[in-house]
């Protein structure tokens, strides 16, 4: 009987309106690692440096070591170095097991989004170098890849999209209506040095809500995580959210007169807290015309975890407490309140935050943030636009794939094609071709034998596609009209007519 | 009665399972320029240089000009100049609508390739130039868009996705099981001079077959392509394809005894043939050690446009003409003999062809090639692997817009979210936040409104999104556990349980 023959480590679906996989979620470990090219195989093609340079000149390479024939038509063989395999350093190929994954991952992505009623944008991954220019030390800076290109233009690859969406929205100007409620899934670069793993290139999902001031704004991305976790098989005891207000820390400045052009930086360096030790922390802090008493009370300040201590340090009557009150209200209101902690030390790493400041985490405390947001009031007008009051995540596709991988919860995905179509001798070639075109008509995925293979080959091929029935076109069914169809799950044979097959 | 106020130019319909759009297909023009971003509105904003000069001080750019209050925290002011709004030159922005299109388009694409029993892949967008040299002088290697990046590495962003492809081939080595059946779809960049109106950059969607020696493998390519053209509602009389196989080259070549290294090259040159004037043609053959009858004698060949009279020329022995005759009796079985044409002038513009090379054309002439592919048996050892037989084609998001266009079979796609909620009173906002997300989990897409507004705009954001319900949460109803449900197709009115909403 042609039941599966190799087993297979995922399964995937194809839904005939769905171009990725639907998911079959188990609670066990994979001992894979999805989304992580091999770079064993076939090392030995490689050169040890990625680069080769280029010959100018004019002159044909005339080689002749190479022979042509009438069966391969010779190309000039141009390169001669082997090249290096690998896709370039800390960058990702996606093989079909990888793409299945990055697949499913985009499918809820934006699956959650419209269920929210956000619409889909995307921007060049290449920008304008400009749009990044920041000064207030954030790492996103830093880590900047850039280049001056043909026409001695600064180009860089985007490091994340917040900055494009903030420059389409001034360009759209007043001809959309506001809020705005945007989604979008990117690819985003980062030159580092390659350590712990970290990649320069990762897909984030954003999603943005422009032009609505109140807190309702943050509640709602927010719920939108929590709907994907839950989706995707994560709950409250998994992952977390802790959640402060820019406006705390602006309040406990205020107090200390510290100028107001001092803002963003002072959060970037308090970001940094538990990366670099706490002397340079001081140390920077100081140099941003921070006093020594000014710090200490901010990173007293910073210690806080509930909002009762905030209210005793800072007073019932400031926005940082009424905007984190309302939005722990309306966690409740949408269910997620046991999701969510306030937590003062959170600032974010990005200069543009302007109020609430939130980011998800694993709560076995092993992995970086998942993903982190917050509200940008200001963002606009540092690009010559209005104001416009906004809010917005990016969520990484690195670190969810780890918790995933760590929790049991990668989904099995497979390759699954229903039909696997193929002649019995090399004359009904076109006959096959003619029962794939029929079926496909129908709606069926199909997969045509392309080649003249034994059975055996046959039979293996389709236990690795998933197929659900082979279907072979044989000299005397054929000239009846008909062909063999096997129910491969239960060994089922029929003869089925051309006109009858679906 | 609540119909939709403002009519819309499309209509998109989402499917639970489903990312994209579900299409709804009419024969009218519709004057809009989807696929390109307005450059008019708030031009204002613009600079007339799309770069802005690094300020490289570490000094603080204090300004006081922005004053900050506790309303709205300041960051910091760091970008002097106003950027331009717009995407970087010969890039493009998506907002919704052409986000829609795009995905619309992306949707057709992989249906089509997963019906074919093809697996998505991707590569890097940056990838190493050392990938794309090739001395051919093809017009993809002078456009490339290369930079040295921080590390003096050499990278390009991606011209076209076949030679990532074949590394990724190289690389995976013995591990996968052949044929490989790929596909992709990944935006590619050129860098070249801005006439008319092309773009730096195009998404492409690529099939490939890794394994397969016989022409089969081609029919099948082209059986797709004309499944998704079916699928968009072109027909074998809107467009077709123009076939020929470089062994036709290779064979003349062969009588003339031009060195089998030049083959490459010349192909490129008489791929040229209608865009630069003939005598430049004819010195490109010269120098590429063509004598002058060779030259003549090819020419001759190269306007026939029947397998007859190839074989007459030829003579019937040749793989040229076995292959090509092969090709022509499987698309009748497939049932598109109607789509395929021979035309021997067909060479296409990239060096690594070795075998059959097609393009998609439009019969009324207007368009470049929409799609263009061929057999490349020969790549993989260009790039120091082992040579696999393999086939494929590239087919750009641009030209097939542009032709959908002309023949008014744009599709309407409109942004849809189910249900629009919305408290009728600040005290209820929470409440509409728990009913939002009641219809969240059952699966309802819904547009929650996160402020409070007078019912008109709430009625005219309802059209604007097509919501099919609007559901009101207002205080009397509220108390008694219940909601206003507007069906606003009808006009229709009911008070609904919580717990009956679905």
């Not at 306030?342 to 076995?364: C, H, K, M, P, Q």
């Amino acid at each position: 009987m042609p039941a599966i023959l190799n087993s297979s480590l995922f399964n995937f679906h194809h839904h005939p309106l769905f171009s990725t996989a639907v998911l079959s979620l188990r609670r066990h470990h994979l001992n894979v690692s999805l989304f992580s090219a091999s770079r064993t195989t076939l090392r030995a093609y490689s050169t040890s440096s990625s680069s080769v340079p280029i010959e100018s000149s004019a002159n044909q390479n005339v080689r002749t070591g190479r022979s042509g024939s009438a069966t391969s038509p010779p190309v000039e063989h141009d390169t001669a170095q082997k090249i290096d395999v690998n896709p370039p350093k800390g960058t990702r190929d996606f093989p079909p097991e990888d793409m299945r994954l990055r697949n499913w991952l985009f499918h809820h992505f934006r699956e959650v989004s419209q269920q929210f009623g956000f619409e889909e944008v995307d921007f060049p991954v290449l920008e304008s170098e400009a749009l990044y220019i920041r000064k207030a030390g954030e790492e996103i800076r830093d880590q900047l890849y850039c280049f001056e290109d043909r026409g001695n233009r600064r180009v860089a690859l985007r490091p994340e999209l917040t900055p494009s969406l903030a420059r389409l929205v001034i360009q759209k100007g007043k001809s959309v209506s506001l809020p705005l409620k945007w989604f979008a899934i990117g690819q985003c670069w980062r030159y580092e040095r390659m350590t712990r793993g970290r990649r320069r290139e990762h897909y984030q999902w954003n999603m943005d809500i422009i032009g609505v001031p109140d807190v309702m704004g943050e509640a709602e991305l927010i719920s939108s995580i929590i709907t994907f976790f839950k989706r995707i098989g994560l709950t409250a005891s998994d992952v977390g959210f802790k959640v402060s207000s820019r406006k705390v820390l602006q309040e406990v400045l205020k107090c200390y007169s510290v100028p107001e052009n001092m803002f963003g930086r002072v959060c970037i360096i308090i970001d940094k807290i538990g990366k670099i030790p706490m002397d340079d922390i001081r140390k920077d802090l100081l140099s941003a015309d921070m006093s020594e008493v000014a710090i200490e009370d901010l990173l007293q300040v910073l210690s806080l975890k509930s909002l009762a201590k905030l209210e005793e340090k800072l007073g019932a009557s400031g926005e940082a407490l009424s905007d984190l009150k309302q939005l722990f209200s309306l966690a409740e209101k949408y269910g997620y309140s046991e999701w969510l902690h306030f937590d003062a030390s959170i600032v974010r790493g990005l200069a543009y935050y302007t109020g609430i400041v939130f980011e998800g985490f694993d709560r076995e405390g092993k992995l970086r943030a998942i993903c982190g947001g917050g509200r940008y009031d200001r963002l606009l007008s540092t690009f010559g636009g209005d104001d416009l009051p906004a809010c917005g995540f990016g969520f990484g596709d690195a670190v969810i794939v780890e918790l995933l991988k760590e929790r049991g919860l990668l989904p099995e995905l497979n390759l699954q094609v229903e039909n696997i179509v193929c002649s019995l001798d090399q004359e009904l070639q076109g006959a096959a071709c003619a029962v794939a075109t029929i079926l496909r008509e129908k709606g069926q995925s199909v997969d045509l034998v392309l080649e003249n293979k034994p059975l055996k080959w046959v039979f293996k091929r389709a236990a690795r596609i998933n197929a659900r029935r082979l279907i072979l076109v044989g000299k005397a069914e054929w000239q009846k009209g008909m062909v063999n169809v096997k129910t491969l799950s239960t060994g089922e044979q029929l003869e089925i007519k051309l006109d009858e097959l679906e």
